[in-house]
């Protein structure tokens, strides 16, 4: 009998960062004034990017997953444009798939050595508007290349996160501190990522995918 690793599986995070999202969603949309959702819904993305980045190294079909992103990106627009702008169509700003999409393909060139590609691509996170931009971008391919030296990860999710986004700022005692920085705690759950897919399989794995653009169309409706 196999004995389990301590710690959390990737099925573990992709149902953590699933309810995170809708967390943050759920504030966005029907209860708003609820802060603390979009406090700790802040935690979903750098938990969705480590996966990207997860399921770039242990992939053997990367042409397969870059096109499953790029299917639900281009699914996932209307519902999105639907909960967020309350219109089918805003040009300005894109869904998630699409940040991650170009994080995978960011990862791809730098192995390759590409950083004409590589910088194409940050550019890329800049004109095309994806949610979280190209600090998005680069937080999945910060996790690829820092894939050994968590502290290293630590240290640049702070610098992303309290640095690199502009947005509402939240005053504790006599300090502001951006509400993005509540991302940094991220940081828990993916340290204690045991390196095992954990239960689930496809079924989740393709949940989730549906899950995405399916929540956003119901809150967008309602």
């Not at 099925?11 to 504030?27: E, K, N, P, V, Y």
């Not at 910088?119 to 937080?139: E, I, K, R, W």
């Not at 095992?196 to 956003?216: C, D, N, T, V």
């Amino acid at each position: 009998m196999t004995q389990r690793k301590f710690g959390l599986t990737a099925a573990h995070l992709r149902i953590l960062a699933l309810g995170l999202m809708l967390l943050d969603h759920l504030w966005a949309t029907v209860v708003p004034g609820n802060n603390w959702m979009t406090y700790v819904g802040r935690m979903a993305f750098p938990i969705f990017a480590f996966q990207a980045a997860e399921g770039y190294h242990h992939t053997h079909d990367f042409k397969g997953y870059c096109k499953r992103l790029a299917l639900f990106a281009l699914v996932s627009e209307i519902p999105f444009n639907l909960m967020i702008f309350s219109s089918p169509i805003f040009p300005f700003h894109q869904n998630v798939m699409l940040t991650l999409l170009l994080g995978l393909l960011a990862c791809r060139a730098w192995d390759q050595r590409k950083l004409w590609k590589l910088a194409l691509l940050l550019l890329a996170g800049v004109v095309t508007f994806p949610d979280y931009g190209v600090m998005g971008v680069l937080t999945v391919l910060m996790f690829h290349v820092l894939r050994d030296w968590k502290w290293a990860q630590l240290l640049m999710l702070i610098a992303i996160n309290w640095f690199g986004f502009e947005g509402q700022q939240l005053l504790l005692g006599t300090m502001e501190v951006p509400v993005q920085a509540f991302a940094i705690l991220a940081f828990l759950p993916i340290a204690l990522y045991n390196g095992e897919k954990g239960r689930g399989g496809k079924a989740l794995q393709y949940g989730s995918y549906i899950f995405y653009p399916l929540h956003m169309l119901i809150l967008g409706l309602l």
